[in-house]
């Protein structure tokens, strides 16, 4: 497996946070400090913020994420987004399967992967979030539940598909938002665990140029031993990605 063959992406996921002139105000600072940055920079920002993002992202080398699509094209879905939507306004990313969706808004693995199908079908690229309860880790079936997800979320989803328009996200719901990190070698374990699956489930191939992302309490400080795992190829960023600085700082250290 080779890391070479891939290269690390930031994305921060900035939740519930921030309006339009806020998000105007934050990604003007974010840019320059990211702007050598030799991976991929994605802001993912509430459905409200997000004409305010690609406006102020303009001509630099950061892209725009929704936070999450719907499965069906339009229809009698109040309060949800549909993917030509989002097609629509030019956003190329969008964050599915979230353990916030999933815990407190029903999402199952089956509407996981309906959204990914529905994304997929309007050309968006997706990052798809996997991971497991504190439970479920201290009952050893950590690798189960994450195959699970991968499998039902990765359904009919083709190997072109995975290589050029998903990445996965690995983020442990006890490490998300509690600063509780996952240390670098249970991160690179479970991320090794999604790409031999992959590799199961499609070929070496593909495994090996699938992006797998770790999030959870990724912060300034310890982004540079977890992407510094073979099989960790960038993050998702919760709080420290509505500080610039710490933003910018998680960038370079993936651009090492
Ligand atoms: P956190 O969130 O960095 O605040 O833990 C990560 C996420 O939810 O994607």
Not at 116 to 129: E, F, K
Not at 224 to 238: H, K, M, N, R, T
Request: aromatic residues 6%.
């Amino acid at each position: 497996m080779n890391k070479q063959l891939r290269k690390a992406v930031i994305a921060g996921n900035w939740k519930m946070n921030k309006t339009p002139d806020e998000t105007k105000a934050l990604i003007e600072e974010i840019k320059p400090l990211v702007k050598d940055a030799d991976c991929d920079v994605i802001v993912c920002v509430p459905f409200i913020d997000i004409h305010a993002a690609l406006e102020a992202t303009k001509g630099s080398n950061i892209k725009v994420g929704a936070e999450n699509c719907h499965w069906a094209e339009s229809g009698a879905f109040t309060g949800e987004v549909s993917a030509p939507m989002l097609k629509a306004i030019g956003v190329p990313y969008v964050i599915i399967g979230h353990s916030e969706r999933r815990q407190y808004f029903g999402e199952t693995d089956e509407t996981v992967h309906n959204r990914v199908r529905a994304a997929l079908n309007n050309g968006l690229s997706v990052i798809l979030c996997v991971g497991e309860y504190l439970a479920q880790r201290e009952q050893n079936i950590t690798m189960e539940v994450i195959a699970t997800q991968v499998k039902i979320a990765l359904k009919d989803v083709t190997a072109e598909e995975l290589k050029e328009k998903i990445i996965i996200a690995y983020e442990p719901v006890w490490a998300i938002g509690t600063g509780l990190t996952a240390t670098s070698a249970q991160a690179n374990e479970v991320n090794k665990g999604i790409r031999d699956l992959i590799a199961d489930l499609y070929d070496a191939d593909t495994a090996n140029a699938t992006v797998i992302q770790y999030g959870g309490s990724m912060n300034a400080g310890n982004a540079a031993e977890l992407l510094s795992q073979p099989d960790v190829d960038g993050g998702l960023i919760g709080g420290a990605s509505l500080k610039a600085p710490d933003f910018a700082a998680i960038v370079e250290a993936a651009s090492k």
